[in-house]
Structure formats: C-alpha cells, structure tokens
C-alpha cells in the first residue's frame, strides 16, 4: 500500500493530463441544473494542476495504522486506531459515493483521543474505517455478488477478527445502507447503530416516488415533516441520474479511468446541495468542504483507479434505497438540513422500533463527517453513551 501512496510517477502523470484537458463549451443556462458548471470544472483543474499537494493528505493517512486482510476471497483495506483510554467503545465506520476513507479522516483524532478534542475520557472509541470492497486500497471484486448484505457480513468478520466482543457502527450513504443491513443480521457483537442518512420511509411511499406515481389514497402523511420528506425524495429520484448509469452501465464509464477532469466532474455532481458547495469552495469561500479535501477523495480515486470499480455497487443493491430494513438494535439518528432528505422522527421512530437518539442539526449535509465533524463526533459520543 506504501508503494501506491508513494508513487510519484502516478501523481505526475495525472498532472499532466489535467493540463491537457480539451474543454466543451459553457452550459447553456445560469445555473448548475446542467450538472457541474465549466468555471467549477476549469477551476478545479487549474488548482489541482498548479497548486494542490497530495502529498499532504498522503501524509496523514500514513500517520494511522492501516492493515489488509482477506475477507470472502477479497482483500479489504482498513484503517484501525486504538484509543489510549480504558473502556473505549469500538465502532465500525463505513463511507459511501463518491467518498473514500478521507472522508472519515477528520473524525479519527476526536472520537480516540476525546480529551484532547473537548470531550471526555468515557467518550472514547476505537475506530475501524474499512474502504469498502471496488473502493481506495480494497480489492476490485471480479465477480458480481458484492452488495450490501455481503459487506455487511464482512465487516462482522472484520470485528471479530480484531476481537471485538461489544462494539457499534456507524454509516452514511453507502455506509447508512450497509450498517442498517449490519443491524438486521445482528452479528455478534454488535450492540446499535448510528445513521446519518435513515432508511425509514414506508414501503408504500417510496415504491409511489419511484415510479414517479401520487400517494396512494390511504397513505396519510402525519405532519409538515413527512410533506416535505415526500417532497425531498421525489427531486432526488428524478435527479440521481449518476446512480441510474453507475447501476446499470457501469462499464461505459470507462473514460473515468482515462480522464481525470471527466472524473472530477462527474464526483461532484452528486447532489444539489453538495454541488453548490463544493462550487463555491473552488470560487474562494471558506465554508464546509475545502478545495483540497475534495481534490483529496478525488486524488484516490485517480491514484487508484477505483472509478468503475466502486460504480458497480449500485447494481449491486436489490433493496430501495431509502426503505425500511427492519432494525430491532439500538439505533441513533442524526438529521443533517442538507442531506437528500430529512427523516422525519415519526417515521424513524416507526422504522427504528428501539430509536435511542434522534437530533436535527443546524447545518451540514450528506458528507456530514467531512464537512462538519465537530458536530458528527458530538452526535455519534450522545448516540452511542447509552450502549456502552
């Protein structure tokens, strides 16, 4: 893994095809509804050819322990840091696309060492950020088979093997689909869960957003929460395009794998608010997201070659996306007012028989762990208190 991170040749070779990049033309309209806007794009090409340093993030990652172990016939890569404090809760964290381990980068210090990061001793854990299978330094699956069941057993495996005996886990996105899977096969050990992005809206609504079809009549939508949830859920269905070709077409995305511009453009178009935000970082603001933690995750998966390998996951899922699993585990939820939609508590409360936390926060959005990790470490040390 050391050799990968190392290799200079990659880096410099990615450099010069991003100053080669052949442009289109400017969007026809004022606004992002056409996707990642030519100044975003040219921006970001220029700071990433004559000023961002990977090297810097290259760094940080080899400051933690990393480890791969073959789990199912796949190598799977993770990251595992031990706090110094006695009685620390082990937790499993999972990212989800277009995300990587970098996104959890933030996140480690404070949740290990809590002390140090205005918290206490008894809210220490032991963290486990495993990059999930096609994903970072995992292994490409040669087969398909590897969806959010089978990483869910893995990452039981996983915990069992660093001898885990009582731990939790955590998850957005991907990550919130594979640790709510986690928390219906109960694997040993496991004692809650924590999402921020929930699956919890009742099977009726989500198969009538789907189809793009009304409620039907004997759906009653309980209070403004749920109206605008139903709302929320039907702009991300008629806008996930990204998700339609990843599941189906991935092996057509193959200039992801030639490009790096066509790469960039294609990671930060995942949702509006992200978009906007990322936008603006690269027009100068300082606000969330940075320009270089975004080149960061985008860097990795340049340097990986993992583009094609980490779409396949989207046909690997057989279950809606948003739907209700059916946790009976402790679960605690954190609604962040950006994410694709807010959980409204009726619903989680429906959805997670056994809710021990349920908290709307002020700001933030799907990279919550990323982009606000003050208040995602304070969310996952309050969601977790009562299972320790």
């Known amino acids: ?35 990642t806007q030519l100044e975003t794009i040219k921006e970001l090409a220029r700071y990433w050819a004559s000023e961002y340093d990977w090297r810097k993030v290259e760094v940080k990652l080899k400051s933690y322990p990393q480890f791969i172990t073959e789990i199912d016939g796949l190598d799977i890569h993770f990251i595992h840091v031990r706090s110094k404090h006695e009685n620390a809760l082990p937790v499993i964290v999972t ?18 060492d809590p002390t140090a990061h205005g918290g206490d001793a008894a809210d220490a854990f032991h963290v486990v950020i495993p990059s999930m ?27 069992k093997r660093l001898g885990y005996t009582k731990y939790v886990a955590q998850g957005g996105d991907w990550g919130a689909v594979v640790t709510d899977v986690m928390g219906v096969q109960e694997p040993e050990g496991l004692v809650g869960i924590h999402t921020n992005m929930p699956k919890v809206i009742p099977p009726a609504v989500e198969e009538a957003v789907v189809a793009g079809n009304p ?28 998700a339609y070709m990843m599941g189906s077409r991935p092996q057509s995305l193959t200039a992801f794998a030639d490009s790096p511009v066509g790469l960039a453009a294609f990671m930060l178009d995942h949702d509006k608010a992200s978009l906007e935000l990322i936008s603006r970082a690269f027009a100068g603001a300082e606000e969330g997201l940075t320009r270089d933690d975004v080149l960061d995750n985008i860097t990795l998966f340049w340097l990986t070659n993992t583009a094609v390998s ?23 939820v954190s609604v962040f007012p950006d994410e694709l939609y807010q959980a409204p508590k009726s619903w989680a409360e429906q959805a997670y028989p056994n809710l021990v936390h349920y908290n709307r926060l002020p700001k933030g959005g799907h990279f919550a762990a990323w ?3 003050e208040l995602f470490v304070n969310e996952i040390r309050t969601g977790f208190r009562t299972l320790r």
């Open 1 to 35: 893994m050391g050799a990968l991170l190392s290799d200079g040749r990659c880096v410099g070779h990615g450099r010069a095809r991003i100053e080669a990049a052949r442009w289109p033309e400017k969007e026809t309209v004022a606004d992002q509804s056409q996707g």
């Open 95 to 112: 990212h989800g696309w277009p995300g990587s381990v970098i996104e959890q980068l933030k996140i480690i210090e404070p949740l290990t």
């Open 133 to 159: 299978p096609g994903y970072g330094f995992s292994g490409k699956p040669t087969a398909k088979g590897w969806g959010p069941e089978r990483i869910a057993r893995a990452w039981g495996e996983l915990m």
């Open 215 to 242: 409620l039907p009549s004997d759906v009653v939508l309980a209070n403004d929460e749920e109206k605008a949830a139903v709302e929320q859920l039907d702009f991300v269905y008629r806008h996930v395009y990204y």
């Open 310 to 332: 980490a779409a396949r996951l989207y046909g690997e899922n057989t279950k809606p996306f948003f739907g209700v699993r059916g946790v009976k585990l402790p679960v605690a």
């Open 371 to 373: 982009e606000q990790p």
